[in-house]
């Protein structure tokens, strides 16, 4: 069975330990410092792990009224997978150093492709230092594959004038900090705020003090507390990459798929005419 939310540090040295088709991402980043994260790859990485930068290869061209991180054409992901070495039946496993919001961001573009083997390493790269997984500097070599081969997209999305129609009866999820939530400070979008009926889910709260994702069962009742499965759910963020997270935490608590509105915040906030809350 192909793993596919999130997989162990020991799940993973198996896999590696048995020769088993695997794609390795790191997709560490920084907002404030978008070439913090290669940096950080070159210096040391995960035996046999790519890089997957968020701008260029987790995000499509920025667009005026798109949002900071509009998904990236699917044919150009495609690519970006076949390159990557990612076919069917080849698990493909994501992490970062800031908790998993990027890994995750880069799991949801692969099951959205049509790819379901892909999960997040559980505890991200520090989880893989401290049990004395092999850290490298050698990047693995081109993998010659052909794009991912073109199927339905298995995510949902909900485009914004959709999303505004129907405020008050989805279950919307925001993922960013309480206090951008509530528009007390607004580091990144011109305006601050948040989608009116908007419920704060900070996508950190998915974490147990470790680092790794709380149990399943804890998941499941805390985002069932919040109304997570009494409606359709959809998750936002400020540019759509946090919210994955969200997304990510209810599959692996047996919440089922869930839906994400990509130009999320950013989006909303650049057209004037949508509503906007602020408390």
């Not at 070599?141 to 073109?150: E, F, L, N, Q, T």
């Not at 147990?208 to 399943?216: E, L, S, V």
């Not at 990510?248 to 809350?277: F, I, K, N, Q």
């Amino acid at each position: 069975m192909p793993f596919t939310t999130l997989v162990t540090v020991a799940e993973l040295q198996s896999l590696q330990a048995a020769g088993a088709p695997l794609v390795l991402l790191d997709c560490g980043f920084d907002l404030a410092d978008p070439a913090a994260g290669e940096r950080a790859y070159a210096a040391g990485h995960v035996a046999g792990a790519r890089y997957a930068h968020l701008d260029r290869d987790l995000s499509g061209p920025k667009q005026p009224g798109r949002g900071r991180h509009p998904l990236p054409a699917r044919e150009t992901l495609a690519a970006t997978a076949g390159a990557w070495g990612v076919a069917a039946g080849v698990q493909v496993v994501t992490y970062d150093a800031q908790g998993g919001p990027y890994a995750a961001r880069a799991w949801w573009l692969l099951r959205w492709l049509g790819h379901e083997a892909v999960a997040v390493l559980d505890g991200s790269a520090a989880a893989w230092q401290a049990a004395g997984g092999a850290w490298v500097t050698d990047r693995p070599a081109a993998s010659g594959r052909a794009p991912y081969p073109a199927v339905a997209p298995a995510m949902p999305t909900l485009q914004a004038d959709a999303l505004q129609a129907r405020l008050g009866q989805v279950r919307l999820f925001d993922a960013r900090s309480a206090e951008r939530f509530r528009g007390e400070v607004e580091p990144l979008d011109p305006v601050a705020g948040h989608i009116p009926g908007a419920t704060l889910r900070f996508f950190k709260d998915n974490l147990a003090a470790d680092g790794r994702f709380k149990p399943a069962a804890q998941l499941r009742a805390e985002f069932t507390a919040l109304g997570g499965g009494d409606a359709e759910v959809v998750h936002q963020c400020g540019s759509g990459v946090t919210a994955c997270h969200n997304l990510l935490a209810m599959a692996h608590a047996g919440l089922g798929t869930t839906t994400l509105y990509p130009g999320s915040w950013s989006e909303w906030c650049s057209d004037p005419s949508r509503p906007v809350a602020r408390g």
